[in-house]
Nanobody, 116 residues
């Protein structure tokens, strides 16, 4: 059974940093694509950063150069390091896992609020 549990959200001033973590169980990283999505109030959920199952990464244009996705295979954990945060980064951030059948799994989300 796949489980994803996010942590690390909070309130930060613009220009600050946060590190989100996604603790996983039931995941084999070589068989799953792993990513972070976010959803701001009144907006659709959007991809922020992701690993493919082969380990390559992709980022939303809005976060390139500021955010870094990483994974610790030994600890079954995926991280999102967020630097130079902006008020427009405010959203609920969700960890996602997608298996080889394109079945999506989601965590409960963690709130990130960036004050100006």
């Amino acid at each position: 059974q796949v489980q994803l549990v996010e942590s690390g959200g909070g309130l930060v001033q613009a220009g600050g940093s946060l590190r989100l973590s996604c603790a996983t169980s039931g995941i084999i990283f070589s068989l799953y694509a792993m990513g972070w999505y976010r959803q701001a109030p009144g907006k659709q959920r959007e991809l922020v950063a992701a690993f493919t199952s082969s380990g390559s990464t992709n980022y939303a244009d809005s976060v390139k150069g500021r955010f870094t996705i990483s994974r610790d295979i030994a600890k079954n954990t995926v991280h999102l390091q967020m630097n130079s945060l902006k008020p427009e980064d405010t959203a609920v951030y969700y960890c996602n896992a997608r298996d080889w059948r394109s079945q999506d799994y989601w965590g409960q989300g963690t709130q990130v609020t960036v004050s100006s």
